[in-house]
C-alpha cells in the first residue's frame, strides 16, 4: 500500500498545497497555455538540428558552466547596448526567477506582486522559504505609477515582481510603474517581460532603464515568441554584479550542452522565429475583436492572448468548448475565461465553438 503526503514528513508550509499546472489533454486545438502554436521554421529547425549533432560529439564532457556563446547571443538579440556579462540564463524563465528568489529573498525575507499575476510568483517564493505579499490592481488590472509605488513602500519587500505585459490579464505596463517602484523600493525589481515580442513595435521595453539601476532585472523567455516551450530557455539582463550573485545559487552546469546549442542556434535566426510574432498579433486582435461582437468583454492585450469578461458560468463555457475539441483556461477570476492566439485556423475552431455555445 502506497503512502500519501500526510505519511511523509512534508514541511509544514507545504501540506494542502496543489502542484501549478494546466489541465493537459489530447484535444485538436489546445489554447490554454499561452504556447506559440507555430511550429518553428524547417530552415531554423535544420539549423538547430545541426547544432545539437555537433554538440553531441562531446556529449561525455561536461558543457560550458558560463555558457558564454549564448549569453553573447541574447546580448546581440537584446540589444540597448547590453554585454554579456549582464546576461543569465537557466531552465525556463521559472528557473531564472527561481534563482534570483535563491540569492535575494529566502527566509525572513518577502516578495511582492500586484495580484491577479502570474500563479508561479507565490509558489517559487514559498519554495525558497520567503513570504510573499499580493498587491492590489485597478478593475481594468491596470497599475499607476502612485499607486504602485504608495503599495511597495509601505510593503518594502525584498523583491517585487512587475508583470509587463501582465499575465493572466495580458494588461500593459508603462515604464513609468517601473521607474516609480524602483524608486520606492530598496530591493530587487524584476519585469517580467515574458510576452514583451508580443507588444507594439514602438514601445519602449524595461531594458531602457536598466543603466545605473544596479537592482533592475528584466526577465524574458524563448517560450513564446521564439516557439521554443519544449527547449526550456529563459534569460535575463541585469547589472554584472546581479549576475555574480546568481552564481551563488545555481547548480554546476545547469544548462545543458544541448540546450545551450539548440538556443544559440535559435537566436542566429531570430528575425525568422520572430516572424510569427506578427501572425500571432493579427489572430489576438481578430480574437478580441469577435469576442466583442458576440457579447464578451476582452480585457486589453499586449500578449499572446486574451482574458475576457461576460462569462456567466466559465465552467460551464470551458466544459462546453472542451466538449467540441476546444481547450482554453479558467484562470479563476470571475466570470472570465483566457484563450491564447493560435493559428488562423485554431481561432476561427475557438470563435465557432464559442458561437455555438
Known amino acids: 500500500m ?20 494546466a489541465p493537459q489533454a489530447s484535444l485538436p486545438v489546445t489554447l490554454n497555455v499561452n504556447e506559440n502554436t507555430h511550429p518553428v521554421p524547417e530552415e531554423v529547425a535544420d539549423d538547430i538540428l545541426d547544432a545539437i ?15 558564454t556563446g549564448l549569453r553573447e547571443g541574447f546580448a546581440d538579440y537584446l ?31 518577502t516578495a511582492f506582486g500586484f495580484s491577479p499575476t502570474y500563479s508561479m510568483y507565490p ?16 478593475e481594468d488590472f491596470t497599475l499607476s505609477a502612485a499607486d504602485a509605488a504608495e503599495q511597495v513602500e509601505r510593503a518594502q519587500p525584498d523583491v517585487v515582481f512587475l ?36 507588444a507594439p513595435h514602438d514601445e519602449p521595453s524595461a531594458l ?47 544548462l545543458s550542452a544541448l540546450t545551450q546549442a539548440a538556443a544559440t542556434a535559435a537566436l542566429r535566426h531570430a528575425p525568422t522565429m520572430l516572424g510569427m510574432v506578427d501572425d500571432i498579433v493579427a489572430q489576438r486582435d481578430r480574437i478580441s475583436a469577435t469576442l466583442s461582437a458576440l457579447g464578451y468583454s476582452p480585457y486589453e492585450s499586449w500578449s499572446n492572448f486574451v482574458l475576457f469578461g461576460g462569462v456567466d458560468d ?42 455555438s455555445l
Request: net charge negative; charged share 20%.
Open 208 to 254: 531602457t532603464l536598466l543603466h545605473g539601476r544596479e537592482r533592475l532585472v528584466v526577465s524574458r523567455t524563448m517560450s513564446k515568441a521564439f516557439a521554443f516551450a519544449g527547449a526550456r530557455v529563459g534569460y535575463l539582463a541585469a547589472d554584472p554584479a546581479v549576475i555574480d550573485a546568481l552564481r551563488l545559487v545555481r547548480l554546476p552546469y545547469h
Open 2 to 21: 502506497s503512502a500519501s503526503l500526510d505519511d511523509l514528513p512534508l514541511r509544514d508550509d507545504l501540506r494542502g498545497q496543489i502542484p501549478y499546472g
Open 163 to 198: 508583470c509587463s505585459p501582465n499575465n493572466p490579464t495580458g494588461t500593459p505596463l508603462s515604464l513609468d510603474v517601473v521607474e516609480a517602484v524602483y524608486e520606492a523600493s530598496q530591493g530587487i525589481v524584476i519585469v517580467d517581460e515574458a510576452y514583451q515580442e508580443f
Open 123 to 138: 509558489l517559487l517564493t514559498g519554495a525558497t522559504g520567503a513570504t510573499y505579499v499580493s498587491g492590489t490592481r485597478g
Open 79 to 109: 540589444g540597448h547596448g547590453l554585454e554579456p556579462e549582464q546576461i543569465w540564463a537557466a531552465n525556463g524563465s521559472n528557473e531564472v526567477l527561481h534563482h534570483l528568489l535563491q540569492a535575494f529573498a529566502g527566509p525572513g525575507r
Open 53 to 67: 549533432a555537433q554538440a553531441l560529439r562531446d556529449i561525455n564532457r561536461y558543457p560550458d558552466r558560463e555558457f
Open 314 to 355: 466559465p465552467a460551464t463555457t470551458w466544459q462546453g468548448l472542451y466538449d467540441r475539441g476546444i481547450l482554453v483556461r479558467d484562470v479563476g477570476l470571475p466570470h472570465t475565461l483566457r484563450v491564447s492566439a493560435g493559428s488562423e485556423e485554431e481561432s476561427t475552431a475557438f470563435l465557432e465553438a464559442l458561437a
